[in-house]
């Protein structure tokens, strides 16, 4: 249909990447100006971005295109793609053009690393490819000046619209893994399906980028915390977050195999150390590496042993990198079934809901399997210029190093 050709036409736009700082630099003014800005810049760049999915979804390989729960999840995508380019724009006269403009802090103005064709504007002209540099791509924070109640009414109209579809694919994650699971009971095939695995990976690391730019202009409206830009904490205090990550991991540890006491983990991090980052993110990935330890562990040593051996997180302070290690003595892993941990097919257990900001209240067997975590956990880590590896030592245990970039300047990845 009519509506599927848009977006095979969308998605042959290139995507427009933000990094790290771009987002807090704009975020520190939310002048309605600047949200407008952003909105002006989502609504160009988020169609572009779930185009691609769906024509990702649309094509995937061995009939996982027909699987009823890929189709589930490209429908939401559709209707994502079709609220956003159908929402009502407010006219911007001339003059209140220019009074936007003049507000804006040109000494501030970034440039997106790659100005390309407005999507929108090819439409009309059907074919014709014009080549349209995009003012409003130009990143600029605006000043708090009096602007029309219309502009005011669409920056509210669109955050709940954007609200609106980041519920709606809440459950992406899951939905595909059950798709995945079922094709797996499907064909019994032990193989690493490689296009399966790097299809996840870009898929997941695009809706980490989607949702962290919605999730930016929605907090931007709510959130006035002072240390926070957005979801971006700009003091985000590794200490604090390791802690919590180890009370969670433990406490599901405990709850799992029915200890008294969870394996100890021992923290070496500089309390004060502070640096910019989504703590929301941060915690995940430990918790799941912690989970992955514990588990490890107690599976060794049994879950009726006096004792375990204690669980080693060191936190390292370089110049380009904040490196987490967390060590387990749990007998680790051969080293070629290492591969396997990263894999989406490999998961034995049921799939669990393993996305930071989403809060499902029937979650079970926390512990279960390797699950989704290692992967979307490197996805989280490589999102922000970051990484995650694994070193194992078989028949000793596992060492796991998250490295974080410092630098808040690396570019997005853009699948
Ligand atoms: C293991 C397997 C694993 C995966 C990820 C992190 C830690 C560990 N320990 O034995």
Request: overall charge neutral; proline content about 6%; aromatic content about 10%.
């Amino acid at each position: 249909k009519e509506l599927m050709n848009n977006i095979y036409h969308f998605a042959k736009f290139p995507q427009t990447g933000v990094s790290l700082r771009q987002m807090v630099k704009f975020g520190q003014k939310p002048t309605q100006g600047t949200m407008l800005k952003s909105s002006q810049f989502l609504a160009e760049e988020l169609p572009i971005r779930l185009a691609r999915r769906v024509v990702e979804l649309d094509n995937l390989p061995n009939k996982l295109s027909e699987m009823p729960s890929v189709i589930k999840v490209k429908n939401w995508y559709i209707e994502s793609f079709k609220e956003l380019i159908e929402f009502p724009h407010p006219k911007l006269s001339r003059e209140l053009r220019h009074r936007i403009k003049s507000a804006s802090n040109s000494s501030e103005t970034m440039t997106f690393p790659s100005s390309h064709p407005n999507p929108s504007a090819n439409i009309v002209n059907n074919g014709q490819y014009h080549k349209v540099p995009l003012n409003h791509r130009f990143y600029t924070p605006v000043d708090d000046i009096d602007l029309p109640s219309e502009i005011i009414d669409f920056n509210r109209a669109f955050v709940r619209c954007l609200e609106t579809i980041k519920r709606r694919h809440d459950p992406v994650v899951t939905t595909l893994a059950q798709g995945i699971n079922e094709f797996k009971a499907f064909h019994r095939a032990k193989m690493i399906d490689t296009d399966v695995q790097s299809f996840l990976d870009r898929f997941y690391m695009s809706r980490i980028g989607i949702r962290v730019l919605i999730g930016q202009q929605i907090a931007l409206v709510t959130n006035q915390d002072s240390d926070y830009v957005g979801i971006i904490c700009t003091k985000t205090r590794l200490h604090d977050v390791a802690q919590d990550a180890i009370a969670n991991a433990s406490f599901i540890c405990e709850d799992y195999y029915g200890l008294f006491s969870a394996p100890k983990i021992t923290l070496h991090c500089r309390k004060d150390l502070e640096f910019m980052y989504v703590p929301s993110h941060l915690h995940h990935m430990l918790f799941e590496l912690l989970k992955n330890s514990l588990r490890a562990t107690v599976e060794l040593y049994g879950d009726d042993a006096d004792s375990y051996p204690p669980i080693k997180v060191v936190v390292a302070e370089g110049q380009e990198d904040i490196t987490i290690k967390v060590s387990d003595e749990g007998g680790g892993i051969t080293r070629s079934a290492l591969p396997m941990v990263w894999t989406y097919m490999y998961t034995t257990a049921e799939a669990q809901p393993l996305d930071p900001d989403f809060n499902q209240t029937d979650f079970k067997a926390p512990m279960a399997g390797f699950g989704y975590g290692l992967p979307i956990s490197r996805c989280y880590a490589r999102y922000f210029g970051g990484d995650l590896k694994l070193i194992s030592m078989e028949n000793f245990g596992t060492d796991a190093y998250l490295h974080l970039c410092r630098l808040s300047d690396s570019a997005e990845p853009l699948p």
